[in-house]
């Protein structure tokens, strides 16, 4: 997957580097209602889902007060 050209927006590789975990993780928690929230463009055929950085930092933020 392509990174995103906003700094502010990342791609599902750029958080799962992040969180150093495997694409297919941060795929099954986006599809388990896990994870970041997250957002998907409109392309019709291949949906692509990108993280606000501040939402992925948040998200982490909670995990450590868990």
Known sequence: MKK??????????DVAALL????????????????PHFSLNDAPLRPRATYKREDVEKWMRDQENK
């Open 20 to 35: 150093g975990k495997h694409i297919g993780t941060i795929t099954m928690w986006r599809k388990n209602g896990r994870g």
């Open 4 to 13: 995103t050209d906003n700094p502010d927006l990342m791609s599902t590789n």
